[in-house]
């Protein structure tokens, strides 16, 4: 599958760049001196590439994309995992910029650690891209690629109700009234995303919650009470076995979860496994939420364990970010589709959002392996090969 991946996002980030040679490209301001000719001006040069972490395969697959695809184009790329240590990630960028990178593209761990770094950025006239979160407190934000993590949140949500039957797959109402025992779990606090995914979920559940279709039997609501620090999936275990052990005695049963991460998903489904719930959904087993269609969690899907997942297309996101790195090298503004909703609390970033999809078990097919994502054999071990 890796190699697939970087073909892919290879071939993505060149048909751009030949995109970009064929428009002409040139904002008018700019010095013509600067601009790319023939689309080899911006050939060759450093880009960093500073990630978070190796523990979830969608980083080491969001890194390796953008690697490769850079590399197509010419680029040396320095691509870094910082194993989700804000120190460690700090040093990487510092790094990245003494060896004289052009552009830096960071997936940062906590999104408002790097004011510093971006600040001598910004001094050497480093370009800088906020890959998938958003960097937030600087003003050296050049531009944010992700996809619109809002929607992302109720698509997470829409996909719970759709499993407890309140919603049909297509968006009208279905036959369930409940009341359904519903859990809330959110992601990192230091990651802007966890905020937009909550946001979307609770704007779509709140209706349910109130008419008492749904109900949060532990009182837990607020991000603050839900969230799970670095995203870590034994810490969303050991919450969900504390919530069992607290809220679900005496035959009370939780029914649904609302997951915004598959390796908390599985946490999750592994606390409720561990205490003696049905193997499969179709059982009686709670419907589990997710999010980036993970291998592991693909075939969880595919075996009835976890309901849903969404998938983001990592290589489109890193085709983007090739894309963006190339128009800010050649001193043009990014293509952007969005310039008023991430406001980092010093600008507005313009941004760059992909759309996403919610992959349930009857779709894995279409959506993940017809495009090349996982193959069947994957799906069925449960890992990438
Ligand atoms: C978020 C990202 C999600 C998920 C999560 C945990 O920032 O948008 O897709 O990967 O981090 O890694």
């Known amino acids: 599958m890796k190699s697939r991946k ?66 197509e184009l010419g680029f040396d790329v320095d691509l ?74 109720v698509q997470q949500a829409t996909s719970l109700l759709v499993g407890l039957g309140v919603l049909n797959a297509d968006g009208s109402e279905g036959t369930a009234t409940g009341p359904f025992n519903i859990e809330l779990f959110a992601g990192s606090p230091d990651d802007n995303n966890a905020g937009f995914f909550f946001n979307g979920a609770m704007d779509t559940l709140q209706p349910f919650i109130d008419s008492g279709v749904l109900v949060v039997k532990s009182g837990q609501t607020d991000f603050e009470q839900v969230a799970i620090l670095r995203w870590q999936q034994d810490v969303a275990q050991k919450r969900m076995e504390d919530l069992l052990t607290s809220t679900y005695t005496g035959g009370d049963k939780v029914q649904g979860v609302l997951s915004p991460y598959d390796g908390l998903s599985r946490g999750i489904i592994t606390a409720l496994q561990n205490a003696g719930y049905p193997a499969t959904i179709s059982d009686g087993f709670p419907i589990v939420s997710g999010q980036d269609a993970e291998i592991a969690s693909v075939k969880l899907i595919n ?58 078990k009857d779709n894995i097919q279409s959506l993940l392996i017809d495009s090349g994502y996982w193959t069947a054999d994957e799906v069925a071990a449960g890992v990438a090969s």
């Open 303 to 360: 075996d009835d364990v976890q309901f849903a997942t969404i998938f983001k297309d990592t290589r489109k996101l890193a085709a983007q970010a090739i894309t963006s790195a190339e128009s800010l090298l050649a001193g043009e503004e990014p293509e952007a589709n969005d310039t008023t909703t991430y406001d980092n609390g010093v600008k507005v970033v313009p941004s760059y959002l992909l759309e996403s999809d919610i992959v349930y």
């Open 6 to 71: 970087f073909l892919a996002a290879a071939a993505g980030a060149l048909m751009a760049l030949t995109l970009a040679a064929c428009s002409g490209g040139g904002a008018g301001t700019d010095d013509p001196s600067d601009a790319p000719t023939g689309g080899t001006a911006t050939e060759g040069g450093l880009v960093g590439v500073a990630m978070p972490t190796q523990t979830s395969e969608r980083w080491i697959a969001d890194g390796e994309a953008v690697k490769a695809g850079l590399e």
């Open 80 to 153: 870094q995992y910082a194993n989700d240590d804000i120190p460690t990630q700090s040093q990487q960028v510092d790094q990245m910029i003494t060896n004289g990178a052009k552009v830096l593209i960071i997936a940062a761990i906590d999104g408002t650690a790097l004011s510093s770094q971006l600040q001598s950025a910004a001094d050497k006239g480093i370009k800088v891209i906020a890959y998938d979160r958003l960097i937030r407190d600087s003003a050296n934000v050049d531009f944010y690629v992700t996809f619109d993590n809002y929607k992302v949140g």
